[in-house]
């Protein structure tokens, strides 16, 4: 029923269903606001405006939706945000080669990865707690995957259960797995996705510790109590160290012994059916340790620039992936993509598909399913009009020369 009305809205963007379910979504959102005299979120959009052209043009609409402090969880990186400045920056440097006369008949942009066909290489990024953007949280972002046959990888810190997501949509879902100090809990989680039929593991390496995020500190962010890691309840919640004057703040407090390492993941992959990627790589040396730990993907991505400050954007960071992996196992990227343009660029530098994190979260704030699936929508339309216009009727044939060289 959902999909069919998502379906209807996707020729005008526009529906009534969604406006009605409106009120209910964002009425605790209200009463959080009215106790604290902060500015109302507006609801979510009911029709689509004509001036969301674009993906990025989501951005303001979803801020003016979200609290300021949720705001400042997904939509801000660590500490200067050098890293997701340049994630954007860099795709931009990058200029393309025109193809012209070329036919397109028959094109697609159909690929098969890990055993699955997709339609498109579009893919949903892990972002976790997306009832943040909206109540209904990853439910609507998974019925947006599934009308717009996307796949989607879910987050361990989903704020809708794994199997409720996996319940509600058919769109082909990898779980994103945070390795837990406590195996038999990461275990447990592994089960519980393979159960409830995910068809891939993806294993964040670049995070085992929580980046320097300046701006959720400002703006004091605290899960709302609404909101939850719907995976993780009844598990031992990891408690915060906070170290005494003069003690080391890390190193001190026993997090650093609990850490995940390359034979964690040679163990995941040995104790799983479900092919395991792990997503955080922009270190050749990374890339050749996954590969001897048996991995069936790579994930070049700093994290949206949300963990470490000042690394590489993911797009300089894919050439030097792709050679040390040289066709052994799938490279896919995230990291700042905003336009079909940057898609092309990304197949064309050796990645297969790619991951879009916050555009989706900006869809979600700014209109629910809805919002998501124009997200996606206008994605793909860019990267088919992007192929057309550098004579690339397949994905396979975005090569090395749609990448314009003075
Ligand atoms: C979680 O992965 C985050 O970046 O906050």
Known sequence: MCLIILANVLNRFETEAIASCYAFSVLP?????????????????????PQIACVADYE?????????????YLNS??????????????????????RNMVSMSGGHT??????????????I?????????????????????????????????????????????????????YIQADKAQTMMLVKRAEQAGFRALVVTIDAPVTGVRNAEQRAGFTLPPHVTAANLAGMPVARQHIAAAGNSPVFGSGLADGMPT???????????????????????????D?????????????????????????????????????????VLLDGGIRRGTDIVKALALGASAVMVGLPVIHGLAAAGATGVAHVLHILRTELEIAMVLCGCKRLDEIGKE????P
């Open 29 to 49: 959102l209200y009463l959080i606001a009215m106790s604290n005299t902060t500015p109302l979120p507006l609801p979510p959009l009911s029709v689509i405006p």
């Open 60 to 72: 303001a609409y979803a801020q003016a939706r979200v609290m300021p402090a949720s705001w400042a």
């Open 77 to 98: 990186a660590a500490a200067d945000q050098l890293t997701r400045r340049d994630n954007r920056l860099a795709w931009d440097a990058i200029r393309l080669q025109s």
């Open 110 to 123: 159909e690929l098969t990865l890990l055993g699955t066909r997709y339609k498109h290489p579009v893919f």
């Open 125 to 177: 990024a892990p972002v976790a707690y997306h009832r943040l953007a909206h109540r209904d949280g990853e439910l609507a972002t998974a019925l947006a995957a599934q009308a717009m046959q996307a796949g989607m990888v879910l987050s361990t810190l989903s704020s809708v259960s794994l199997e409720e997501v996996a319940a509600n949509t058919t769109a082909p879902l990898w779980f994103q797995l």
């Open 262 to 288: 390359w034979d964690d993941i040679a163990w995941l992959v040995s104790a799983t059916h479900l092919p395991v990627l792990v997503k955080g790589v922009l270190n050749p040396q990374d890339a050749r």
């Open 290 to 330: 996954a590969i001897r730990a048996g991995v069936a993907g790579i994930i070049v991505s700093n994290h949206g620039g949300r963990v470490l400050d000042t690394l590489p954007a993911s797009i300089q960071a894919l050439p030097g992936v792709v050679r040390e992996v040289d066709g052994r196992v799938p």
């Open 402 to 405: 749609v990448i314009w060289q």
